[in-house]
């Protein structure tokens, strides 16, 4: 009764909904997880795999597990290189403009409000139509281009998915550099001025150092964000042409719900999902411990 | 690539308490902003001085006008493209998609979206029902929990919270399967939750961002106003109903905001949990029913669909730009 009198069943009772709720859709799922990696299972009949890694090898020795892990590293740096570095020229500029500030934000804001199913579907059906009348190709008869396959060839589609992908999520950051820019104290600019620094020496000098913080952490957000990629492909392409655009999630997606044999590989997913998550637990780990001597200025 | 006041992951976990509202914090910051124009504080890269020079300006000047050019050709043309289509018959979209109404305007684009085939307004509804549901579980989770590990703090609360925040970094593909099963097979409901609501309001509650979020919150507040009600008399319930809660409602909004955004935007998951069955207008979300219905719907009536979706959050957008734009950062970078 004592523990009662001092609170202890109130405590419990405000905790309650959180216990229960993280117990059964989170730590439930985490540790079913690492046992369902050891077992065949196909929804119905449930075995232990013998030896315990066979799902494990299973992923390894599937050809189409290193064209995923290929497939994904190719989206990743593609991403990387057109997607990282135009938001923040962008908003370096943008945060130059005097007038209708505002104006600019909004407009370079508008692609990420739109839902991304309805994004991926109006550049899947319109825009990357690959029809000599497809809008892009409409646009690129006009400078004389010939039309282009866009998603339908294994050569040209990874790179429309990177289009669509980055054209979707630079608004985002777009505006999260330009709260970082506001943040520069202009007295640096200042002192710069007055030792004779020119723009592009402020630049260089102040205003990139001052937003290296923030670019390390956009930069491994990217790269979390880029190794899960599955709306794209699954939407646009559903992994081809010829398996081109096969990544990751779309792999584990398929072992668990599209089997080609009909049945359901859950053990061989989620061992393909616990390598995803543990590859990416460490890299960030290597990442935050590398990069930590340079966010510091 | 999937938005929240600018609130950065290593602020929410390492930061300083802030003990200011989102608003208050907004607000104070564009009065900083005005003082530091008057005063000619508020300066970018280039300076006053240089901004007169002709051969900055130039070149700046029109680096900004090409850029504007750029945003509009970019941000804005594909959204009022997709609003053009709406309103072109099926036809001149496919033989000339750039032809502005080349045949004149029809209404029956629109008309086709609401009638028996699409009925995007049924879809529409269970949009708003996925993220009301997804929204009351959430609170109720964060700030009933937060509430007993930031403020009433029983011994076990470490514990629970170093539970919580292992859960914070862990990307969410790792849930996927067993949470899918989890679904089908519910422990002490019994019955499968696939295809309801449940299946998608339950899971969203286990989020560990939003308890760190209101922790942190409530770790903020003056103790001493605790203290105090509990010298008054006040109970635990007392305490959260009548002075925790009502002192909560910044971080509340922050929460709500990014409920509503996730599960207006999310698509694996809702496409997993809710295939429709044999009647999915009564619970499929418009992301997934879009996809669903692209290859056996014409296209001048799709389209119209894909506007009417798109055209909703622009204008939630353009009435609540602030809080979108201080707050829509962090989603947008973070693609899931």
Redesign the interface.
């Known amino acids: 009764m004592t523990w009662v009198r001092r609170g202890g069943l109130a405590n419990l009772l405000f905790l309650l909904p959180l216990l229960c709720i993280f117990g059964v859709f989170s730590w439930g799922p985490i540790v079913e997880s690492f046992i369902i990696s050891l077992q065949h299972t196909n929804f119905i009949v449930t075995t232990w795999a013998d030896p315990f890694w066979a799902n494990f090898a299973f992923v390894l020795k599937d050809p189409t597990f290193g064209l995923a892990v290929r497939n994904t590293g190719y989206f990743a740096l593609l991403a990387l290189i057109l997607g990282y570095p135009v938001p923040l020229v962008l908003a370096v500029v943008m945060s130059e403009v005097k007038r209708f500030k505002g104006l600019f934000s909004v407009l370079a804001y508008l692609p990420v409000v739109i839902l991304p199913v309805v994004s991926v579907l109006l550049w899947k059906t319109e825009f990357y139509d690959a029809g000599a009348s497809g809008v892009f190709n409409t646009i690129l008869s006009w400078f004389h281009i010939p039309p282009q396959p866009w998603i339908q060839t294994a050569a040209t589609a990874m790179p429309s998915l990177v289009i669509e992908a980055t054209w979707a999520a630079a608004g985002g950051t777009i505006i999260i550099y330009l709260a970082a820019l506001t943040n520069v104290p202009p007295e640096l600019y200042d002192a710069a001025e007055v030792d004779g620094a020119g723009i592009w020496q402020k630049l260089w000098h102040v205003t990139l150092p001052q937003l290296r913080g923030i670019m390390l952490v956009t930069f491994i957000l990217q790269i979390i964000g880029t190794a899960q990629v599955f709306l794209e492909p699954y939407l646009f392409t559903g992994g081809g042409p010829v398996q081109s655009t096969t990544t990751i999630m779309l792999l584990i997606f398929q072992y668990a719900f599209q089997s080609s044999d009909g049945g359901s590989n859950l053990g061989s997913a989620t061992a393909l999902s616990l390598m995803l998550a543990a590859f990416l637990a460490v890299f960030s780990a290597v990442y935050f411990r590398v990069t930590r001597s340079w966010s510091q200025n | ?3 929240t006041p ?1 609130i ?3 602020e929410v976990v390492l930061g300083q308490p802030s003990r200011v509202s989102a608003r208050s914090l907004a607000r104070s910051r564009r009065q900083k ?1 005005k003082a ?1 124009k008057d005063a000619g ?7 006053a001085t ?2 007169k020079r002709t051969q ?1 300006r130039f070149p ?1 000047a029109t ?2 006008l090409v ?2 050019i750029l ?2 050709i ?3 043309l ?2 009022l ?2 609003m053009k ?1 709406a309103l072109t018959p099926t036809p001149d ?6 032809a502005i109404f080349p045949h004149g305007i029809t209404w029956s684009n629109i008309s086709q979206a609401f009638g028996v085939n699409i009925k995007i307004q049924d879809y529409f509804l269970n949009t708003i029902w996925v993220a009301a549901g997804a929204w009351f ?1 959430q609170i ?2 964060a700030t ?2 937060g ?3 930031s403020v ?1 703090r ?1 011994k076990y ?1 470490k514990i ?1 919270s170093a ?2 925040i292992a ?1 914070l ?14 679904i ?1 097979h ?3 409901i019994g019955g499968s939750l696939l295809n309801t609501f449940w299946a998608v309001w ?2 969203s ?2 989020s ?1 961002f939003n ?1 760190v979020l209101v922790m942190r919150f409530f770790d903020s507040l003056p103790r001493e106003i605790f203290e105090a009600a509990q010298t008054d008399g006040a ?3 007392r305490l ?1 109903w009548s002075i925790v809660l009502p002192m909560s409602r910044p971080v509340i909004g922050v929460v709500t905001v990014f409920a509503v955004i996730n599960a ?2 999310d ?2 998951w809702p496409n ?1 949990v809710l295939p429709g069955g044999t009647d999915p207008a009564s619970v499929q979300p ?2 997934v029913r ?2 669903a219905i ?1 290859g056996t719907t014409e ?1 001048g009536p ?2 119209a669909s ?1 506007a009417i ?2 055209l909703i ?2 204008i ?3 009435l609540f ?1 602030r809080t ?3 707050g ?9």
């Open positions: 690539m999937s938005a600018v950065s992951p290593e902003a530091n504080l508020d300066r970018g890269i280039v300076s240089e901004w900055i700046l680096a900004q850029l504007l945003l509009v970019v941000g804005l594909p959204i493209w997709l289509a979209t496919l033989a000339e998609p750039l579980v109720v989770v009933t929990g509430f007993a590990l009433l029983p609360g629970v539970f919580v859960t970094f862990l990307p969410a593909i790792v849930l996927l399967i067993p949470l899918y099963l989890t089908l519910p422990l002490v339950l899971p509650g286990a560990a308890v109970g635990p319930f959260f207006w935007k698509f694996l997993l418009l992301s879009l996809p692209q296209v799709y389209l894909l979706a798109t959050p622009v939630m957008f353009l730009q979108f734009l201080s829509g950062g962090f989603g947008g970078a973070v693609k899931g």
